[in-house]
């Protein structure tokens, strides 16, 4: 174990669709899976590294997924100013061999999901929910991944559909586009009860 620790990270930046988010990914498997941390409190929680991404008082929030880290920064920052400094901050941070994200993170996640799930699927609808559900997850999600961000069923309500964007979806200008002209056509076509998806803030 101790020859990966002390392996150089290598790191580079990818843009993403939304200006105020940059994808930063590196050679390793950071965490298997997706963990988003829009506030400080679940960062304190499970991630010291997101907590210590998010003390910099030029970072939003920070999403994790596999081997790469989608950073969303405040406003009044510009990524010329910050994005070597975080590139650094980062590298610096898991050559030290320093904690990702703590165990029993995705226990936590998929009972917090489940939870959210369980009123969703519940009724006449639950079956179509499910189905969107499965649409969004196999068609919706891989794409939106490769731009660093994630999309999350949360509900199907009288033929209106309610997802969250995450990672550099959030609040991206450009996602209200994807979701309105490709996600919003998909689900028509495949599911004729669909009449509109709704970006949800979260």
């Known amino acids: 174990m101790e020859n990966t620790v002390k392996s150089p990270v290598m790191l580079y930046t990818e ?3 939304n200006p105020e ?10 965490y298997r899976g997706i963990a988003d941390f829009k506030d400080k409190e679940l960062a304190a929680q499970w991630s010291p590294l997101a907590s210590a991404l998010m003390e ?3 970072v939003k929030s920070v999403y994790f997924n596999n081997n790469y880290i989608t950073i969303t920064k405040e406003m009044n920052y510009e990524w010329a100013d910050i994005m070597l400094r975080l590139k650094e901050f980062i590298k610096d941070y898991l050559e030290k061999g320093g904690e990702v994200i703590k165990e029993g993170f995705s226990e936590y996640w998929e009972k917090y999901l489940a939870e959210q799930n369980a009123a969703q699927f519940a009724g006449e609808e639950g079956e179509i929910a499910r189905r969107i559900k499965e649409l969004i997850d196999t ?3 891989p794409a939106v991944e490769m731009d660093g961000g994630s ?3 949360k509900a199907y309500e009288k033929g209106r559909v309610y997802v969250t964007m995450q990672g550099s979806c959030s609040g991206c ?14 689900l028509k076509r495949m599911v004729p009860e669909v009449t509109e998806v709704i970006q949800e803030m979260e």
């Open 15 to 17: 843009q993403t669709p």
């Open 21 to 30: 988010a940059l994808k930063y990914v590196t050679n390793r498997l950071l």
């Open 56 to 58: 910099l008082p030029y």
């Open 139 to 141: 068609y919706v999600k």
């Open 151 to 153: 999309i999350e069923f």
């Open 173 to 186: 200008p450009s996602s209200t586009i994807t979701l309105k002209a490709g996600i919003e056509g998909m």
